[in-house]
């Protein structure tokens, strides 16, 4: 006489048992991660949301583009303010990862940097003390960064370098230069590092350009090459909108194939035609997020 089966062990209910609970575990995961990247996001948003300071010689402009990857939040930022003697600052950087940590730590870099400037104003010496401060916190995270002040008074623009892509700087006069000035470590790697600072007169009307490296560097794309299409833009356009050739500059990236979010700050300096110094007052623009 048959006997009835019995369910043995491994059989099609503890296996579908075990598919259920890893696709709980899974879709738990996923959750988790989402609510990480939209922690990230909120993060990044809350420092690019500030506005960049214009006056008269000087207008600003950045663009920001997202990484490819939905589930990668990088750490790009830029940013711009006015300090306590008058001039302004301007930093552009990139924090080592792309996840909640990196979005974290960028905002915690600016806010260095901000308060660093209300003691001094000098680039070399802002970086310097954001570095010993970052070194201090041991976050296991490095930033490279690039700070630059411009005083209205004498139309001097001073930059100091952390680690980050060099500029580019071209003039309506012909000068088109990618910037290879010496720097310093990234911050927050070595306490006590010194970081060199240049001053330049800004006589013509001309812009100076910072990006980070995700808008001129790819898997297959050098970063000379991405350096050199970024100078081409601005050698081309001296004297346009800066909102416009910074829309302009932030699709370099399209071109690299980068899995990597990217930034792009433009500072436009000299007084076009019909923009004399009498005829301007100090204002405010907001920064635009570009379309990755």
């Known amino acids: 006489m048959p ?23 899974i879709l738990d995961r996923i959750k988790f991660q989402q609510a990480r990247v939209e922690l990230a996001v909120a993060l990044q948003r809350q420092v690019l949301a500030a506005e960049l300071p214009v006056l008269p010689g000087l207008r600003a402009a950045g663009r920001y583009a997202p990484a490819r990857a939905g589930l990668d939040i990088g750490g790009d930022w830029y940013d711009g303010f006015r300090m306590p003697d008058g001039s302004v ?14 979005a974290a730590m960028m905002g915690q870099v600016r ?23 970052l070194v201090d ?19 001097e623009l001073a930059d100091a370098r952390a680690g980050h892509v060099p ?14 000035n010496e720097g310093g470590l990234p911050l927050g790697v070595q306490a006590g590092e010194s970081y060199p600072s240049t001053r330049r007169a800004l006589t013509d009307v001309g812009v ?21 299409r970024v100078a081409a833009l601005a050698g081309a356009a001296c004297r346009s909108d800066p909102d416009e050739l910074a829309a302009q500059i932030i699709k370099v990236a399209d071109a690299t194939g980068h899995s990597d979010d990217a930034a792009v700050l433009v500072l436009r300096h000299g007084e076009l035609p019909g923009q004399g110094r009498h005829q301007r007052r100090p204002q405010k623009q907001r920064r635009r997020q570009g379309e990755g």
């Not at 006997?3 to 048992?17: E, I, K, M």
């Not at 910072?210 to 991405?226: F, M, N, R």
């Open 89 to 102: 600052g301007f930093a552009i950087g990139d924090v080592q990862g792309h996840d909640v940590e990196a």
């Open 167 to 180: 500029a580019v700087w071209a003039t309506d006069g012909g000068r088109c230069d990618i910037v290879l």
């Open 208 to 228: 100076f350009v910072l990006v980070t490296d995700g808008l001129v560097e790819g898997p297959s794309y050098p970063i000379e090459e991405g350096l050199e």
């Open 3 to 25: 006997h009835p089966r019995t369910g043995a062990p491994g059989g099609t209910g503890d296996l579908l048992q075990t598919l259920g609970d890893l696709t709980g575990r």
């Open 111 to 133: 806010t260095c940097l901000r308060a660093v400037a209300t003691a001094t104003t000098d680039p070399a010496e802002v970086l310097r003390r954001t570095n010993d401060l």
């Open 137 to 155: 916190m041991d976050s296991g995270l490095f930033v490279t960064c690039s700070f630059l002040r411009f005083d209205p008074v004498t139309n």
